[in-house]
């Protein structure tokens, strides 16, 4: 009896063995690990077809994809990133942190949450192998806006399927994140006392759970428009085209705030944690994200300025959108107010914490630019709003993500990364990014559009400046690759509190986390 | 809801709105406002933002 006693609580310290536990496993942490490498692996898909569309473009006229090859990149690019790269990697964050930040055992929802995860390589397949069958991938753009997405192949069908399969697994998610932060957290924690990457991604839960069916009832509109008679977007049919563009971006816009506030959650650690100081004005980041979240289901109107909505929706549009900008501000301002008078250290995390205040905030101006009705219509489908979305994406999201992997890794792995490499890592990105995406706001003013595989001679040395940036900065991120790898493979025992100015309970269990944390609920004071 | 709460929590959204929330503020927000008189008063608020804007659209537009 004894002896059973002691091996039933060995099995609380020791993972399963074997590579088919990640088939069923119903572990925090190895779903959230699941999660990054698949968002990993996504990114560098999604990558390589980047750097396609910039070699295609590093000259004018066509040299390597034919210009129906190209629109299908830009689409799947596009839907990869976003549903691939970017969320399934917040959404492992929160499978990792969210229980130890809160100080639960596991999700609420465990077995639920083994099922999130493994509807995404399905859909991930749909994508990427849509390229595969005859008349190759979508080629609508991501926003598969009709009459394009009527009329194109098999592959359309592809992409609506693995749509709502991720629809479907993001609604799982969010269920999951809803109730453990609602019902899990450890005694003494109040909602106003939560961590607040907590918050960002409670308030980011509701946001999906409100959208994604939008943009569920969106893509089996388009379904049944291609295939059971239906004119819901058919202008022939007496149906409206318009109305696709209306629905698709009442989802897309709070789909932004959802690739956005998470981040803002993690950059609300790094910051205190290496300025060595409490969050400035944690109140107030807190109605700063619920009053973001709020706003973005007003504001989707600045997406169809070109459209042709009467003048009245174009203003309003304009105000709400311009509105915006407050709230927004005040969180820059939160932290900034953070690092005055901190004892500042800059190690990688801040690094990339600090790559994202700095251009985060250069996307957030060039989005005010856009909300001007009148600028927009100039600007709409150029350049401008490429470099504009890769500003808030690339060094908004994707720089949190990357900041929020060098924060936790010594907590994920036991190791600390390799510091020098991740430095080199942060200044090859934050470099190669600005070449990149910079000359292409130029590109925008002087008129080139976007999607288009073939541009006029005087677009020439600045995409040339923006395919060099990108090559580099796609293969930097191998470098990413091989720190990580190493730091899961050894290196400097990483301490349970691994940084001397971290706060919050996931930095009071050992590192690596074990298998089972807070079997019993944690004090929190 | 009181009237007196009922102020209190549209005080609460509107700085919430605002983004900004003084320490005291903030204090007796969270010792006498509950989560769901917020999220009510905040919905509300939100459609009387929308109001307001299509409001100030309407004198914009109607005066060119």
């Not at chain 1, 994140?177 to 909602?191: E, K, Q």
């Not at chain 1, 730091?487 to 690596?512: H, M, N």
């Amino acid at each position: 009896m004894e002896a059973a006693h002691a091996h039933a609580h060995d099995d609380h310290h020791h993972a399963p063995a074997g590579i088919g536990r990640y088939f069923t496993t119903t572990n925090h942490k190895d779903i959230g690990s699941m999660y990054m490498w698949f968002s990993l692996i996504m990114f560098f898909v999604g990558g390589f077809m980047a750097l396609v569309i910039r070699a295609e473009l590093f000259q004018p006229g066509i040299q390597i994809v034919n210009p129906d090859v190209f629109n299908q990149l830009t689409t799947i690019h596009a839907l990869v990133m976003i549903f691939g790269a970017v969320m399934p990697a917040f959404v492992g964050y929160a499978n990792w942190q969210i229980p130890l930040m809160v100080g639960a055992s596991d999700m609420a929802f465990a077995r639920m949450n083994n099922w999130s995860f493994w509807l995404m390589p399905p859909a991930a397949a749909l994508l990427v192998g849509s390229f595969l069958v005859p008349g190759g991938a979508a080629g609508s753009g991501w926003t598969l806006y009709p009459p394009l997405s009527i009329q194109g192949g098999i592959s359309v069908d592809m992409t609506i399927l693995a749509v709502h399969i991720m629809g479907a697994s993001s609604i799982m998610g969010s269920i999951n994140i809803i109730t453990t932060i609602l019902n899990m957290r450890a005694p003494g924690m109040t909602l106003m006392r939560m961590p607040m990457f907590v918050w960002t991604w409670l308030i980011t839960a509701y946001l999906l759970i409100a959208v994604m069916p939008v943009l569920a009832g969106a893509v089996t509109m388009l379904l049944t428009d291609r295939h059971f008679g239906t004119h819901f977007f058919n202008a022939a049919g007496g149906g409206d085209p318009t109305m696709f563009m209306h629905i698709f971006w009442f989802f897309g816009h709070p789909e932004v705030y959802i690739m956005i506030l998470p981040a803002f959650g993690i950059i609300s650690h790094i910051i205190p944690t290496f300025a060595r100081k409490p969050l400035f004005g944690y109140a107030s980041m807190v109605y700063a994200t619920a009053s973001i979240a709020l706003l973005s289901f007003i504001v989707w109107g600045h997406h169809m300025f070109t459209v042709g909505m009467p003048a009245a929706g174009n203003l309003f549009f304009m105000y709400a959108t311009m509105l915006i900008a407050v709230p927004t501000g005040v969180k820059v301002f939160n932290w900034i107010a953070t690092l005055w008078k901190g004892s500042i250290t800059f190690e990688t995390p801040m690094l990339f914490a600090i790559g994202f205040v700095s251009l985060f905030t250069i996307g957030g101006f060039s989005g005010l630019v856009l909300a001007v009705t009148p600028v927009d219509i100039t600007l709409h489908n150029t350049y401008y709003v490429v470099a504009h979305f890769h500003y808030v994406l690339f060094s908004g999201a994707i720089f949190s993500i990357m900041g929020g992997a060098y924060y936790w890794l010594p907590k994920w792995t036991g190791h600390m990364y390799d510091e020098t490499l991740g430095k080199v890592h942060f200044w090859l990105t934050a470099i190669s990014f600005n070449i990149t995406f910079f000359p292409q706001h130029f590109l925008g003013l002087a008129g080139m559009p976007r999607r288009i595989p073939d541009y006029a001679p005087q677009f020439t040395e600045f995409n040339q400046i923006s395919s060099i940036g990108a090559f580099l900065l796609g293969f930097s991120q191998l470098l990413f690759l091989y720190v990580v790898i190493k730091c899961i493979r050894g290196g400097v025992k990483a301490e349970a509190k691994a940084w001397e100015g971290a706060e919050g309970l996931e930095w009071t269990v050992p590192s690596p986390a074990p298998y089972h944390t807070f079997e019993t609920p944690p004090a929190f004071h | 809801m009181a009237l007196a709460q009922l102020w209190r929590a549209f005080v609460a959204v509107f700085w919430a709105f605002l983004g900004v929330r003084s320490e005291s503020g903030y204090k007796s927000d969270i010792t006498k406002l509950s989560f769901a008189q917020v999220a009510v008063v905040g919905i509300i608020c939100t459609l009387l933002f929308i109001g307001t804007l299509v409001g100030l659209v309407m004198y914009v537009t109607h005066k060119a």
